[in-house]
């Protein structure tokens, strides 16, 4: 799907584990494989809790990984440490979710944007008002707002500014932590538009997280979709939609208002809560929730499968070791699920004999 010479950041079977309470050990990331390339934005879709964040911030190098490399330009910055840590720090910037409590108050906003270009010596303390200007003009805000504190803007403006401060030293990839998930909506969409047009300008790659799917697929060019720590599916950002596989990628889906939905249809739930990751299932991460739950899905972790182009999905009905060996078995309420399945309720529609539900038994047959 992309040019793999544009290839910035890879991350290669990355683990986080936290030390909990009794011995036990709480896993936020599991072996996670993603890439970001140079002027594309991947969307990190999930509930709350499921470890978008902590992912992301080991590609900043504010957490360690437990398992696996974080590869930038090549290079393996999980093993950087003192200086050479501090300026690879230059060329992966983040914009918080809350200016408001990432920034100090007591700075104003020249003092907030110059801050990382003295820091590595970009620039002299007499350079900073015309630097301030600049950036602030490149996020459309007047000059004269470098006067002023955070507490005397908008919720839209203190967004541009930080998105000023992360493009302040030239970065080679944005981390965005829900940036816009506490503006109104017609702020997020000119938010949107403006980082959007900052990426075509400076070619940058993007790690864009959010819980929103629509807003995710409205300018990500790859969606990876994570539950409970774990990747269940990645896709191009275009088939979002009919073309979600993973039974979980289709309810938060289904949770997508919208004015052109049709209300007549019932809105279908996830049942249950999300399972602690202390105590999470041995098998597929969603399976004490999935209507299409078979046996094997609860002892045996589904890997991710290729099931279209660049289309990777982490379920057993798309695996012939997986639901292929069991469906024939299990003759309960599997059924029914591989039976809607064979119908094309959960895939694409593709010729006989091809695409994912070629390795369901079909009834009948």
């Known amino acids: 799907m992309f040019d793999e010479k544009d290839l910035i950041v890879e991350a290669k ?3 986080k584990i936290f030390p909990a309470s009794k011995g036990r050990q709480l896993v ?34 504010l957490d360690e990984p437990t398992e696996g490399e974080i590869l930038f330009n090549g ?8 200086e050479k840590l501090r300026l690879n720090r230059q060329h992966i910037q983040m914009v918080f979710q809350d200016p408001a409590t990432s920034f100090n108050p007591k700075m104003k906003i020249r003092d907030i944007i110059c801050e990382p270009l ?25 000059a004269e707002l470098k006067d002023r504190y955070m507490h005397n803007m908008s919720g839209g403006q203190r967004q541009r500014v930080a998105i000023a401060r992360a493009i302040a030293l030239e970065p080679d990839m944005i981390v965005m932590d829900e940036a816009t998930s506490a503006l109104d909506v017609s702020v997020q969409k000119t938010i949107i538009e403006l980082i959007t047009k900052l990426q075509r300008e400076k070619n ?7 819980h929103d ?60 809560e ?8 041995k ?52 059924d029914d699920c591989c039976e809607e399945l064979a119908k094309g309720a959960f895939v694409s529609e593709h010729a006989p004999g091809e695409g994912p539900e070629a390795h369901v038994e079909q009834k009948g047959e």
């Not at 990500?220 to 073309?243: K, R």
């Not at 982490?314 to 012939?320: E, G, L, S, V």
């Open 118 to 142: 003295l820091n590595f010596g970009r620039i002299k303390p007499s350079e900073k008002d015309a630097k301030a200007a600049e950036l602030l003009e490149m996020v459309e805000l007047p």
């Open 204 to 210: 940058i790659a993007i790690g864009f997280i959010c």
């Open 283 to 334: 098998g597929c991460p969603f399976c004490d929730r999935c209507e299409c739950c078979m046996e094997v899905c609860k002892t045996v972790k589904p890997k991710l499968v290729e099931v279209a182009p660049d289309h990777m999905v982490a379920c057993h009905q798309f695996d012939k070791e997986g639901c292929g060996g069991h469906c024939k078995t299990d003759q309960s309420k599997d």
């Open 213 to 272: 799917l629509g807003l995710a697929q409205s300018f990500s060019h790859e969606i990876a979709v994570m539950y409970l720590g774990n990747i269940v599916e990645t896709m191009p950002g275009e088939d979002i939609g009919p073309d979600c596989f993973h039974p979980y990628t289709k309810a938060l889906i289904e949770s997508v208002f919208d004015i052109k939905m049709d209300f007549s249809k019932k809105i279908k739930q996830i049942k249950g």
């Open 274 to 281: 999300v399972p602690s990751p202390l105590d999470a299932p």
């Open 28 to 61: 936020a990331n599991n072996d996670i494989n993603l890439k970001f390339y140079r002027g594309k934005t991947l969307g990190l879709v999930g509930e709350s809790g499921c470890g978008k964040s902590t992912f992301m911030r080991m590609l900043l190098s």
């Open 13 to 15: 079977h990355v683990t």
């Open 75 to 82: 290079q393996d910055i999980t093993k950087l440490k003192g």
